[in-house]
């Protein structure tokens, strides 16, 4: 498998500039604004963050490559897919879906292929995610791709007036 990845909906590809307007759409609404704090939904930092992704190499060792998801149908990009590799062939994987396409199965299909992807082509051992407790439908995706929970970080966040706790979900290769 190489990239993209192809699935049967999406294509997980690299930014390009002219996925700016739909990155500052996804970015602005406040479910991500808040856990996204290094893209700001602005064309500057939107164009910073596409320039910065695409002089990484693919899925380097400590940076966050993130890939967009691209709808096969109509070649919008309907959210953000990426992976850091860590030490330890460990990595951290994450993703932000654009309020409209939420519902539709997206992130599950490319969750699943990100992690066939790291253990066949990455060689990894471990793929894990993290959340808070109050974002269910990212730890229901966690466990929909055989994610098992593994930690519950009791108040590890203040925020919007009460503190949150941190979950951490994870799958082996073996798995």
């Known amino acids: ?29 406040p479910s991500i604004a808040r856990i996204t704090t290094t893209i700001k939904a602005n064309e500057v930092s ?19 490559y993130d ?3 691209e709808r096969k149908a109509d070649g919008r990009v309907v959210g953000l897919l990426g992976l850091m590799c860590e030490d330890h062939q ?5 993703w932000a879906l654009g309020v409209d ?13 990100l992690i066939a992807y790291g253990f066949s082509e990455l060689r ?7 959340t808070s407790n109050i974002n269910t439908a990212s730890w229901r995706v966690m466990e929909r791709v ?9 108040e590890v966040e203040w925020r919007d007036g009460e503190w949150i706790d941190g979950l951490i979900y994870a799958i082996l290769a073996d798995e």
């Not at 460990?90 to 994450?94: H, K, V």
């Not at 055989?146 to 009791?154: P, T, Y």
């Open 67 to 69: 890939l967009g998801m």
């Open 101 to 113: 396409y939420r519902g539709h199965g997206y992130v599950t299909e490319a969750a699943r292929a």
């Open 146 to 154: 055989g994610m098992r929970k593994e930690a519950q970080l009791r």
């Open 1 to 29: 498998m190489t990239l993209p990845i192809l699935t049967e909906r999406l294509i997980l590809r690299r930014f390009t500039h002219k996925d700016i307007p739909a990155i500052i759409e996804i970015v602005s609404h």
């Open 124 to 130: 990894l051992h471990r793929i894990y995610a993290k």
């Open 90 to 94: 460990q990595a951290l994987i994450g």
């Open 46 to 64: 939107v164009k910073a963050y596409v320039d910065e992704q695409n002089t990484y190499k693919p899925f380097e060792k400590g940076k966050y």
